[in-house]
């Protein structure tokens, strides 16, 4: 279980995040939306132990992964990427095929695309086991096919190892199709918590009646 008691992030007088209260249940997928700029990225750093925050607490899992929004390979091919990950040959073998991948898997990471580069770095995180998996807009570089195969991934990963999933994102489908639970940001603050079906349905607020009108599906 993550509980955030009276979580705040400022960058000198600006406030970026504040949120009084939210438990997160272990197992549980949670999908964060809102505008550029809403604390996506802030809560799911401060949840990762990248950065502090001004004020407040909250508790987390042992175990982590990250994956950032903004993508980045190693040196070498498709494969060694994965295995400094901490993978066996034979699992990042595996991982490529399930992101339609393995027809790269010797080229060289550095010169792949932007949505090819995307679904390496989720193998590359995947290829490890943890408590809580916190990725940053897992679908924001891929098309349709590719986010259909990230949206796989994640649901067969969360049953594989029982994990706690948190994730930013800008797609309804992939709030809808992975998460169980939506959260609508604004300005740092909550202004919808609950399924994605129901948020989108019913919005809280007049602001996220707003932003959920534009992400009917």
Same mark, same amino acid.
């Given at each position: 279980?993550?509980?955030?008691?009276?979580?705040?992030?400022? !960058? %000198?007088? #600006?406030?970026?995040?504040?949120?009084?209260?939210?438990?997160?249940?272990?197992?549980?997928?949670?999908?964060?939306?809102?505008?550029?700029?809403?604390?996506?990225?802030? &809560?799911?750093?401060?949840?990762?132990?990248?950065?502090?925050?001004?004020?407040?607490?909250?508790?987390?899992?042992? #175990?982590?992964? !990250?994956?950032?929004?903004?993508?980045?390979?190693?040196? %070498?091919?498709?494969? #060694?990427?994965? &295995?400094? %990950?901490?993978?066996?040959?034979?699992?990042?073998?595996?991982?490529?095929?399930?992101?339609?991948?393995?027809?790269?898997?010797?080229?060289?990471?550095?010169?792949?695309?932007? %949505?090819?580069?995307?679904?390496?770095?989720? $193998?590359?995180?995947?290829?490890?086991? $943890?408590?809580?998996?916190?990725?940053?807009?897992?679908?924001?570089?891929?098309?349709?096919?590719?986010?259909?195969?990230?949206?796989?991934?994640?649901?067969?990963?969360?049953?594989?190892?029982? $994990?706690?999933?948190?994730?930013?994102?800008?797609?309804?489908?992939?709030?809808?199709?992975?998460?169980?639970?939506?959260?609508?940001?604004?300005?740092?603050?909550?202004?919808?918590?609950?399924?994605?079906?129901?948020? &989108?349905?019913?919005?809280?607020?007049?602001?996220?009646?707003?932003?959920?009108?534009?992400?009917?599906?």
């Amino acid at each position: 279980m993550i509980e955030i008691k009276n979580l705040k992030k400022r !960058y %000198g007088e #600006r406030t970026v995040l504040d949120i009084p209260s939210l438990s997160i249940a272990d197992g549980e997928t949670l999908a964060l939306a809102g505008a550029n700029g809403s604390g996506k990225t802030t &809560l799911l750093k401060i949840l990762g132990g990248i950065i502090k925050t001004s004020e407040g607490s909250f508790t987390s899992s042992e #175990r982590i992964l !990250y994956m950032p929004q903004n993508s980045y390979a190693f040196r %070498g091919d498709l494969i #060694r990427n994965i &295995l400094i %990950g901490g993978a066996d040959r034979s699992k990042a073998l595996g991982l490529l095929e399930k992101f339609e991948l393995s027809h790269l898997a010797e080229k060289k990471a550095k010169s792949l695309s932007g %949505g090819e580069l995307q679904r390496l770095s989720l $193998c590359r995180v995947l290829s490890k086991e $943890c408590n809580l998996l916190l990725l940053d807009e897992p679908t924001s570089a891929c098309d349709a096919q590719g986010a259909e195969l990230v949206i796989k991934a994640i649901k067969d990963y969360r049953e594989s190892c029982g $994990c706690t999933v948190i994730m930013s994102t800008h797609s309804p489908l992939l709030a809808v199709n992975a998460a169980d639970r939506l959260i609508i940001l604004n300005s740092g603050k909550i202004e919808a918590d609950g399924s994605p079906e129901e948020i &989108l349905a019913n919005p809280w607020t007049q602001w996220a009646k707003s932003f959920a009108a534009g992400w009917k599906i």
